[in-house]
Nanobody, 118 residues
Framework: VQLQASGGGAVQPGGSLRLSCAAS????????MGWYRQGPGKQRELVAD???????DFAPSVGGRFTISRDYAENTVSLQMNSLESEDTAVYYC?????????????WGQGTLVTVSS
């Protein structure tokens, strides 16, 4: 599986950005796709992910501001980020998480930098 992310950039507080990620290779119906981020001096954390059935998890800090969507025909996942705050500044990573018997196998895209600053 390969993941290709796009859409990062610089924006002022209160602005919006949209991240997109395309997956290629063997994609399974059980795969969970989403986004993680790693801010300066912080650990990587889940931003949002989505199962094929439409079940979504969001980090509490982004709920109500970010939305996630998937195009199952195109094997893409997108993250619409609104009302961006300086705390959202981070490198964002596209993730595909594949359930295994004893856990998950993770695939990562290259990071894309989001900078929120006035």
């Amino acid at each position: 599986v390969q993941l290709q992310a796009s859409g990062g950039g610089a924006v002022q507080p209160g602005g919006s950005l949209r991240l997109s990620c395309a997956a290629s290779g063997s994609i399974f119906s059980s795969d969970i796709m989403g986004w993680y981020r790693q801010g300066p001096g912080k650990q990587r954390e889940l931003v949002a992910d989505m199962t094929r059935e439409g079940s979504v998890d969001f980090a509490p800090s982004v709920g109500g501001r970010f939305t996630i969507s998937r195009d199952y025909a195109e094997n893409t996942v997108s993250l619409q980020m609104n009302s961006l705050e300086s705390e959202d500044t981070a490198v964002y990573y596209c993730n595909l998480r594949r359930p295994q018997d004893l856990g998950f196998e993770n695939f990562w895209g290259q990071g894309t930098l989001v900078t929120v600053s006035s």
